[in-house]
T-cell receptor
Framework: IAGITQAPTSQILAAGRRMTLRCTQD?????MYWYRQDLGLGLRLIHY???????GKGEVPDGYSVSRANTDDFPLTLASAVPSQTSVYFC????????????FGDGTRLSIL | GESVGLHLPTLSVQEGDNSIINCAYS??????FIWYKQESGKGPQFIID?????DKRQGQRVTVLLNKTVKHLSLQIAATQPGDSAVYFC?????????????FGAGTQVVVTP
């Protein structure tokens, strides 16, 4: 079934450790996104990519980095995890950027201790 | 982590009744709006979208209404079913820059009672 695959589904991580969340889509969408979802705050954009080879900062980029080496993959890296990064992380994609439906994966639940 | 005291507004609906979920958006320059449904433990699922050149759009059992004058968006679900229980949230494109990234609301919890 076409869609977005995120891995891992959940993770408990010690503060200070490095962690990469994986995201792969098989819909050949140009644009991809990373969001975090916290109770009462809704989805907040961390980083995005309009097309392979380009990335941009969203609303809450500090402490996170991304890369877009090809169309399908958009990994999110926490270089040195802190407890405030405990959240549910969603990857999404859309055919093009901007005013189009974004299709989401089922998320990674990350706890930083 | 979780913030104590923060919770989503809740709409309780009897099975078979119609549901109306409301959303106030913030940016008068927004020209694209979208509704998502999110079930527990799942990612957001696209329901329906609407552009600002329309004031109504219908899908299967759902209707989105857009009132640009008061910056209000609503989602109507006809004949609500138990499977409609979820968090629903709206998003606008905001036109932050030329790329127009989506901005999401916090959501409304819909609980369908028998």
């Amino acid at each position: 079934i076409a869609g977005i695959t995120q891995a891992p589904t959940s993770q408990i991580l010690a503060a200070g450790r490095r962690m990469t969340l994986r995201c792969t889509q098989d819909m050949r969408h140009n644009a991809m996104y990373w969001y975090r979802q916290d109770l009462g705050l809704g989805l907040r954009l961390i980083h995005y990519s309009n097309t392979a080879g380009t990335t941009g900062k969203g609303e809450v980029p500090d402490g996170y980095s991304v890369s877009r080496a090809n169309t399908d993959d958009f990994p999110l890296t926490l270089a040195s995890a802190v407890p405030s990064q405990t959240s549910v992380y969603f990857c999404a994609s859309s055919v093009q950027g901007g005013s189009q439906p974004q299709h989401f994966g089922d998320g990674t639940r990350l706890s930083i201790l | 982590g979780e913030s104590v005291g923060l919770h989503l507004p809740t709409l309780s609906v009897q099975e078979g009744d119609n549901s109306i979920i409301n959303c106030a958006y913030s940016n008068s320059a927004s020209d694209y709006f979208i509704w998502y449904k999110q079930e527990s433990g799942k990612g957001p699922q696209f329901i329906i979208d609407i552009r600002s050149n329309m004031d109504k759009r219908q899908g299967q059992r759902v209707t989105v209404l857009l009132n640009k004058t008061v910056k209000h968006l609503s989602l109507q679900i006809a004949a609500t079913q138990p499977g409609d229980s979820a968090v629903y949230f709206c998003a606008e494109n905001g036109i932050i820059d030329s790329w127009g990234k989506l901005q999401f609301g916090a959501g409304t919890q819909v609980v369908v009672t028998p």
